[in-house]
């Protein structure tokens, strides 16, 4: 049955509710409209357009990046999903983070505040059914995937600054807040709802979109038919007013084809939507209604917002907007894109505050080419992937192979071959075998700066060229192209190790001697840029590089994106012994058994599966 709405008023009560009923307030959408406007107006914009309507929209369109023109001052606040905590960490769960993570780190290289904001939706029917089927309450089972989430990010060097949880009472403060300022905005109102729901979506689904049997497109199981006495959020008012920051920023939402996406459904006609629930009992009341809870995702999005605020003060909407708000990047699976793109934004408008910057959705993982699933026995667990690898080549792997915004395969044959190829032999052995030359022929001593060393060199001009070329890439959340332009400068400085052969250049003595020692300055000192240039990527990695030519670790950790700059290390520096900082991964379990890898590593990155996008 199609889901329908009935505006009829129930009962005399109605009149009574403080909310109404959906006919009368209805009824006062063209009052609001002008309202709406006004109140987006007064509140402090970065625009100066003469267009009241562009104004409302501009702050979104700006990028984040360094060269934005915006102010110097302002946070580079980054957001993954606040995960859904009815099971364990997954491997797309970490996907995410993990990216967020490196792009949170290369925004910290470049100066900026950052603000990295992760965290657990803890309320929901699916929390509750979860809980009991374990035996336990909805608090404790919370409390123990919440921090399950925590040791996985620890474990993969997730360097996050709030963790935000929808039960923390800030949270359940400043989401009833921004319900009554929509509420009093008249964008709320109450009324019947029939249709299908799916549990494991949280969310009414529309015949047309489902498949056979009414099955659910994601979780492929039936929809259940509900009818629910529920309050409803007026979405359809601002479909216009969508079209417009869209046509207007096309920025908002990214990758581009993802921005067709959401047109797609706006243009298709937005319908008001469910906030509330009835039958739920796991979640926040409803203000002045103590017999329902506000709808999951009505609830989690606020999360971004309620991070933003200080565990020591008195939380309130006002003082966590000022602490942040706007978020420069939401982060996000393209399952989860509607709620982000379309009712989030109409949310804030309703609230009369800023949207973000941009909505960047991400694709899936897949595993040897097959949507991975528990009935398929071939689920990528990220504990297990870790534990056996490290974390540094499970972030190295799949910021490299999957085209940040498409969709990416997992194989592991393909992941230990890649690894080793990069890791440990392009960038690993390169920084061994000249350490062990230096060793051997200069006592560890660098003769010259690599500045003086670089005179009339090409190589410096190279190394420079794909420095630029990596820091152009990060911006852009281009992740894999990134990462390759820093193994190219591995390349190159094992394809002038190889010109140059160093260790013949030795044995000949006298000027060839001298110009040996410059030439392992050269590659030392690109070494020392690959460092700081994969930081954001692997950056355990990064710190073994940095402490094998010398430098204490608080001197890393100070680093910036100014220390790529050539000219670094300097006549006199000692470095460390040669100690390979990374290890080769040399049995792959494939079945059961030991096995060597096998196939090949192609010159040419991307297995990553490029679906066809509606």
């Known amino acids: 049955m199609a889901a329908r709405i009935n505006t009829s008023i129930q009962n005399s009560l109605w009149l ?136 996985l990010w620890k474990d993969l060097d997730i360097a996050y600054d709030k963790f935000i949880r929808t039960t923390d009472p800030k949270h359940e403060t400043i989401v009833k807040e921004f319900y009554s300022n929509v509420l009093a905005n008249g964008d709320i109102y109450r009324a019947d709802y029939e249709g299908l729901y799916c549990v494991n979506c949280e969310e009414y689904k529309d015949e047309k979109e489902l498949l056979a049997d009414n099955c659910c497109p994601i ?113 996000i699976g393209k399952d989860i894109l509607r709620f982000h793109a379309v009712y989030w934004p109409a949310m804030l408008m309703s609230a009369g505050l800023k949207l973000p910057k941009m909505v960047f959705g991400h694709g899936f993982l897949t595993k040897d080419g097959m949507k991975m699933g528990k009935s398929l026995g071939n689920t990528l667990e990220p504990n297990e992937l870790v534990q056996k690898f490290g974390s540094d080549p499970v972030r190295y792997f799949f910021l490299r192979e999957v085209e940040f915004g498409s969709d990416g395969d997992y194989a592991e044959d393909r992941f230990i071959n890649i690894v080793n190829a990069h890791l440990a032999n392009t960038i690993g052995n390169l920084l061994n075998r000249t350490l062990g030359l230096l060793k051997k022929n ?61 260790w013949s250049l030795f044995k000949q003595g006298g000027a060839s001697s001298d110009a040996a020692a410059k030439d392992l300055v050269l590659i030392l000192e690109a070494m020392r840029i690959i460092a700081i240039a994969l930081s954001p990527v ?25 220390e790529t700059k050539w000219g670094g290390l300097k006549a006199g520096q000692v470095m460390a012994p040669p100690n390979p900082v990374f290890a080769r991964i040399e049995q792959a379990i494939v079945n059961g058994e030991e096995e060597a890898p096998k196939k090949p590593v192609k010159s040419k990155k991307k297995i990553a599966q490029k679906v066809a996008e509606a």
């Open 538 to 562: 692997t950056p355990r990695l990064s710190w073994r590089i940095y402490e094998q030519l010398g430098y204490p670790e608080d001197q890393f950790a100070a680093a910036t994106w100014n």
């Open 219 to 331: 979780h492929l199981k039936p929809c259940a038919s509900r009818k629910e006495d529920n309050y409803f959020f007026a979405l359809s008012k601002y479909q216009r007013l969508l079209e417009e920051t869209l046509t207007q920023n096309p920025g908002f939402v990214q990758p581009a084809f993802r921005l067709n996406e959401v047109q797609s459904w706006i243009k298709s006609g937005l319908k008001d939507f469910s906030i509330s629930r009835a039958s739920v009992e796991w979640g926040i009341p409803v203000p002045n209604d103590q017999k329902q809870t506000i709808y999951v995702w009505f609830d989690a999005l606020l999360g971004y917002i309620s991070a933003l605020s200080e565990n020591d003060e008195q939380p309130n909407l006002q003082t966590a907007v000022a602490s942040g708000w706007p978020a420069s990047l939401h982060l």
């Open 16 to 151: 009574l509710n403080p909310l109404q009923s959906s006919r009368n307030l209805k009824a006062t959408h063209l009052r609001t409209r002008f309202n709406f406007y006004q109140n987006l107006l007064s509140a402090p914009s970065s625009c100066s357009s003469s267009s009241s309507k562009r104004a409302i929209f501009c702050s979104s369109a700006s990028n984040f990046n360094s060269h934005d023109g915006g102010a110097a001052t302002d946070p580079f606040v980054i957001t993954t999903p606040l995960y859904y905590v009815n099971a364990a960490p997954h491997m797309g769960s970490a996907y995410t983070t993990i990216a967020a993570d490196a792009i949170a780190r290369f925004q910290r290289l470049l100066g900026k505040k950052v603000i990295f904001i992760t965290g657990t939706d803890e309320h929901g029917e699916k929390i509750a059914t979860a809980a009991a089927a374990q035996g336990s309450g909805p608090s404790e089972h919370c409390d123990n995937i919440s921090e399950a989430y925590k040791t």
């Open 442 to 502: 200069c006592q560890s001593t660098l003769v010259v700066d690599s500045s003086a060393a670089a005179v009339g060199n090409a190589f410096k001009e190279k190394v420079e060229e794909l420095v630029a070329k990596a820091r152009n890439h990060y911006e852009e959340l281009s992740l894999s192209s990134a990462c390759e332009a820093v193994l190219e400068i591995g390349n190159a400085g094992n394809s002038y190790m190889d010109e140059r052969a160093p």
